[in-house]
């Protein structure tokens, strides 16, 4: 049987934090914890006339990708609510396919 996977493309997070608001909100957590949490990189200057600015959402120890919502045939809350769709949820081997199409700034998280 295959294992799932949360697999985020980076390039195009908005860095909206609605992952983590729903994230907080499926699992009753405290204002001060995060099941996924939204990093900032930069922003920093790559060349004379452009930019690099990233938001990175991290899925932390408290992540168990929302095996409830997945048991009830739902995709986990944060793929859900992501609103530049930038999350997918899936088996491993259809993510990694997606991945290796992209090339470039996207990770996988396999629990």
Not at 42 to 50: A, E, M, N
Not at 71 to 92: F, I, R
Not at 93 to 102: D, G, Y
Request: some cysteine.
């Amino acid at each position: 049987m295959s294992r799932n996977a949360l697999l985020i493309d980076y390039e195009y997070c908005t860095g909206c934090h609605s992952c983590e608001v729903a994230c907080r909100n499926e699992k009753g957590i405290g204002h001060d914890k995060w099941g996924i949490k939204l990093a900032q990189i930069g922003p920093w200057q790559v060349s004379l006339d452009r930019w690099e600015w990233s938001f990175i959402p991290v899925p932390t120890e408290l992540c168990d990708l929302c095996a409830q919502r997945v048991t009830n045939g739902e995709k986990p809350a944060c793929v859900h609510h992501c609103q530049a769709l930038t999350m997918d949820y899936g088996p491993v081997e259809e993510l990694a396919l997606k991945m290796a199409a992209k090339g470039k700034k996207m990770v996988m998280f396999v629990p």
